[in-house]
């Protein structure tokens, strides 16, 4: 990141994946044609996913790569509750948040020393 600012990073990985992706799902013969109701999520899904890429490239330059990697895997594990109560109608239970607790602790565990 010397040359260039994290929002350009952000943007030119995450638009490469997407292409990426595309172009596998293209190439097995697949269906790209996307409901028009999809396109505003999708979209919405993009532009999410650049910002989290250029906070995450930013937060390298201010602080540890362990600080950073911590806290990125411990949002993904108590996300993945909440998308999936609010996506799939996936119900919150003491085990569930039992074993994001246990997960997040152990990320925390094992990425705490780096710091």
Known sequence: MARSEAVFHGFTLTAGMTLGALGLIWQQGASLKVPEAS??????GL??????LM??????TQTF??????GKRCIA???????GQLTFQESITRPRLLAVALMVFGVVLILGPQV
């Open 65 to 70: 790569a362990g600080i950073v990697e911590t």
């Open 77 to 83: 594990n108590i996300m993945a509750l909440v998308f």
């Open 39 to 44: 396109w505003k999520t999708f979209s919405l």
């Open 47 to 52: 532009l999410f996913c650049v910002g989290a």
């Open 55 to 60: 906070f995450q490239l930013w937060a390298l």
